[in-house]
């Protein structure tokens, strides 16, 4: 089955940037959408960023459009987040996702079946 391990979390000063990975393994193929999750303490799961894997669809939410780019590298089936100019609202636990169900939505984390086990940004 699939895995997905995020890596590249840790703590930056507002304005500062950090790019997060997001390796597959297990599978030769993690569907078509991939996307990033983020959570921030005592709130609930909040969509950032979706893509489909041949560039098609590229969707951000509205606060981190402009800041945040979503990529993905196919040799090395690994989604990346590059965040910058980062703020304290930006603080949380961001989870990547892939193999979206065929009726999902790429904006629904319970949509994808596969999700890593998170990763910690902290802006101050």
């Known amino acids: 089955h699939v895995q997905l391990v995020e890596s590249g979390g840790g703590s930056v000063e507002a304005g500062g940037s950090l790019t997060l990975s997001c390796t597959a393994s297990g599978y030769k193929e993690i569907g078509a959408f991939a996307a990033w999750f983020r959570q921030a303490p005592g709130k609930g799961v909040e969509w950032v960023a979706s893509?489909?894997?041949?560039?098609?669809?590229?969707d951000y939410e509205d606060s981190v459009k402009g800041r945040f780019t979503i990529s993905n590298d196919g040799r090395k089936n690994t989604l990346y987040l590059q965040m910058n100019n980062l703020k304290p609202e930006d603080t949380g636990v961001y989870y990547c996702?892939?193999?979206?169900?065929?009726?999902?939505?790429?904006?629904?984390?319970?949509?994808?079946?596969?999700r890593g086990q998170g990763t910690q940004v902290t802006v101050s």
């Open positions: 893509k489909h894997v041949d560039g098609t669809v590229t």
């Open positions: 996702a892939a193999d979206l169900t065929d009726a999902g939505h790429w904006r629904r984390f319970s949509d994808f079946r596969v």
